[in-house]
């Protein structure tokens, strides 16, 4: 029987809100009943409230509906599961406000992202951080909060871990050139980025080190990988590119880096969860691509996509290569989702 459950949308307005819409508009198990804003949009029909973005209509069934508070008491009754895209500063207390009621609360947030019993998973990665949730005997909390991580390190783990596994990742020096809308909406100013990079994002590069230890580590302990970021805002709407130059532990080929990520096989395919692309890694060989515009949207823009592997001559047995991953998809809402459909076909760990 296809499991059934109503969820809310914290943010429902913003970019990441947007895609969550989008992206939930026909999902086989979750409905959305209920759409929340910031205190100035309550009250607002959706499509007054919003600037609606994406490239597909805004669907009907959104459009009128109206905003409610980000509070537990502003929820119909039979809300089962939290999906959050609200701002760092707001999320310490209306996520765990949800979370402390009883919901199941999936965050695109950074804000408990690093806390120890708070699971940040990319489900096709770290599957067995989901043991960390811990919330209910450290914290008194009814329900949880799962955590997806920053929208550039969803990429880059999905690429590291197979070479992780293989090889052993030592060393990892990245430069990003990353969309317009991961700054969200209205997000960067026209003026600002035209004819622009912006060789700066606020908090990002210690986000790329911290988080990427944490899902390439045990439940644990994080991963002893070195890891030096330098990040950069580029005139492309949707997503994220990243040049990883990468240090093994063991030599490895070209051609066996390709063969290795190539032969990934995603460890969710037996469960069947509906955002789970059958591809999550795909090796593109023509020697320009991954691009954004013409690669984001691979396996309904869940797929990451890695190309130009070649040696890297200065790391110890390094390797270099392109990554390219869709940041409001598989960088957030879409990452989200799947990381519901996960917790939930995960019995043992449910609360
Ligand atoms: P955004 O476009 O600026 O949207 C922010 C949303 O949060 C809006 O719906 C806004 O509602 C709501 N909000 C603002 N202040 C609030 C408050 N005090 N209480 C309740 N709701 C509030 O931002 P975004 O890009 O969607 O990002 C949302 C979150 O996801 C951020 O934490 C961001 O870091 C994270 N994230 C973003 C991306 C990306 O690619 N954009 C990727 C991964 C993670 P109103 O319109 O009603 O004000």
């Known amino acids: 029987m296809t499991p059934h459950y109503n969820v809310a949308i914290l943010g429902a307005t913003g970019a990441v809100g947007q895609r969550f819409l989008q992206l939930l508009e026909h999902h086989p198990w979750f409905t959305v009943k209920a759409l929340m804003g910031s205190e100035h949009s309550v009250g607002k029909l959706y499509r007054d409230a919003t600037q609606w973005m994406l490239e597909s209509e805004l669907p009907t069934c959104y459009a009128d509906m109206k905003l409610v508070s980000s509070h537990t008491t502003a929820l119909p009754p039979d809300i089962d599961i939290i999906f959050s895209a609200i701002p760092a500063e707001a999320a310490r207390e209306i996520e765990g406000a949800f979370a402390k009621a009883g ?36 914290r008194g909390w009814k329900g949880c909060i799962i955590t997806n991580p920053n929208c550039i390190v969803i990429p880059l783990v999905m690429a590291l871990k197979p070479l992780h596994d293989a090889f ?87 051609t066996e880096i390709i063969e290795v990520l190539r032969n990934y096989t995603n460890p969710l395919a037996s469960l069947n969860l509906p955002s789970s692309p059958a591809s999550c890694l795909t090796v593109l060989e023509a020697p320009n691509r991954p691009q954004p515009k013409l690669d984001r949207m691979r396996g309904n823009g869940m797929t990451v996509c890695v190309g130009r592997i070649r040696p890297d001559e200065v790391l110890q047995n390094g390797i270099k290569m392109i990554i390219l991953g869709h940041n409001t998809i598989r960088g957030a809402a879409g990452g989200a989702i799947l990381n519901a459909e996960y917790y939930l076909a995960q019995k043992k760990y449910r609360v």
């Not at 947030?109 to 960390?132: G, S």
């Open 103 to 138: 919901y199941s609360v999936f965050s695109n947030t950074r804000t408990y992202r690093m806390e120890k019993d708070i699971p940040l998973m990319v489900p096709e990665v770290n599957p067995l951080h989901l043991a960390l949730i811990k919330q209910q005997s450290r």
């Open 168 to 254: 052993g990742v030592t060393h990892v020096i990245v430069s990003t050139m990353q969309a317009i809308s991961g700054a969200g909406y209205p997000g960067v100013a026209s003026l600002d980025i035209v004819d622009n990079i912006i060789p700066y994002i606020a908090d990002e590069e210690e986000k790329i080190i911290t988080e990427t230890q944490k899902i390439l580590g045990t439940p644990k302990a994080p991963a002893r990988i070195k890891i030096s970021p330098s990040c950069h805002r580029v005139a492309v709407v949707d997503g994220h590119t990243i040049d990883a130059r990468i240090g093994l532990q063991r030599p490895a080929t070209a």
